[in-house]
């Protein structure tokens, strides 16, 4: 075994050339992999110098940009981008700023400015054209099932409710209106969510930025409060502090909470506490919603993350629903690298825990 004194003592005795080659071959070494990276990056990178004059440009900006870096080089942002004033933006403003850039042939990127210590500006530049498309895709195609197949519902919806105003009913009649308005409003929410976990399926885009989970609790808490309040539910949040950040998409993420949410408001009585718990390392972030609800029998712990899966529970069967919330929950969360699993009593309640990984930044 080595005496870890022995160790240093004798890493100690290297003479101080020697420790200078070792630092200037590290020093090299790294100068060559930011080389690398910034030769290779498909993100566009520029880099003014503490005079405000353009010194580095890689590949790909001068091929986003459609100049020689040649062009750029020496000249200020002003001079050298003056077609492009939220490129010239991006250099000029104090602090990391975000903007929306317009590159030649009608595409989009997203450009990251930064000031360094030495006062060099770094500005980072992606192109997201067919990102970008592919949400505007998403979103004609939400609005076409909207129009071809809620719209319908609605009216049916809508006549239902109308039958009751011309004439008495018997209570026949009236309860199997209550169905059908159950039913449709169950179709209503099925289509909505079947669009949302093709899209994600299909390999809909995530964003990809640091993330911190604690926001995106608070959203989800704050956007299911009205139902909350309606069952007189508490939701008592324990985060803690700080609590590691996870690269990630916010807005996929708020619907995985408020989609356990919701399920841990429906399936439990009024008056009870729902519990959101978030917590992590270096390595994971961990986040569970718990509740003291009808909880779920053990044989079903692993379906209820099945497409379209509702327990057998009367309770359950009762309570509007499609049987997508958990799969739209955990697919998310499995496209960001993570897991999420189930535990539960039945009648005690349950707790669905999600694990993402952490990012160093
Ligand atoms: P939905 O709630 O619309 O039925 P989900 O995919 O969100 O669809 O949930 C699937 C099933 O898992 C539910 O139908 C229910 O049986 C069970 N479930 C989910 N969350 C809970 C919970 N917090 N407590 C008890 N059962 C739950």
């Given at each position: ?34 080389d ?68 030649p ?95 994600i ?24 409060g009205?139902?909350a ?31 356990l ?42 379906k ?33 690298g ?24």
């Amino acid at each position: 075994m080595t005496d870890p004194e022995k160790t240093t003592r004798k890493r100690r005795k290297f003479p101080d050339s020697i420790t200078q080659t070792i630092q200037m071959t590290h020093e090299s070494s790294l100068s060559q992999m930011y080389d690398f990276v910034f030769r290779s990056s498909d993100n566009g990178i520029m880099v003014t110098d503490a005079n405000g004059l353009i010194e580095m440009v890689n590949p790909a900006a001068a091929g986003m940009l459609a100049v020689h870096t040649e062009e750029l080089l020496g000249k200020t942002p002003e001079e050298a981008l003056s077609q492009n004033p939220a490129l010239v933006n991006l250099f000029m403003r104090e602090g990391e700023q975000t903007l929306d850039i317009r590159l030649p042939k009608r595409r989009i990127a997203v450009g990251v400015g930064r000031t360094l210590t030495s006062g060099e500006r770094v500005v980072v530049i992606q192109d997201v054209t067919e990102k970008r498309e592919l949400e505007s895709r998403r979103e004609s195609l939400t609005q076409r099932m909207t129009h071809d197949l809620r719209n319908p519902i609605s009216a049916i919806i809508g006549f239902g409710e109308l039958v009751g105003k011309y004439g008495d009913l018997n209570d026949e009649q009236r309860k199997f209106l209550m169905r059908l308005r159950q039913t449709t409003n169950k179709l209503y929410d099925v289509i909505g969510s079947l669009v949302d976990l093709a899209w994600i399926e299909a390999g809909m885009p995530l964003a990809h930025r640091p993330t911190q989970m604690s926001t995106v609790i608070d959203k989800a808490v704050n956007q299911i409060g009205t139902l909350a309040l309606e069952r007189h539910i508490t939701i008592a949040i324990s985060v803690q502090t700080p609590l590691p950040v996870i690269m990630g998409d916010p807005e996929r993420l708020q619907i995985v909470i408020y989609n356990l949410l919701h399920n841990a408001i429906i399936y439990s009585d009024p008056e009870s506490t729902v519990a959101i718990h978030a917590w992590g390392d270096d390595n994971d972030v961990y986040c569970s919603v718990g509740d003291r609800g009808i909880g779920i029998a053990d044989d079903e712990l692993d379906k209820v993350f099945d497409r379209m899966y509702r327990s057998r529970d009367e309770r359950v069967r009762d309570t509007p629903g499609g049987g997508l919330g958990l799969t739209i929950a955990k697919t998310i969360i499995q496209r960001h690298g993570g897991d999420m699993w189930a535990a539960s009593n039945l009648g005690l309640g349950s707790t669905f825990t999600l694990v993402l990984p952490t990012v160093r930044l």
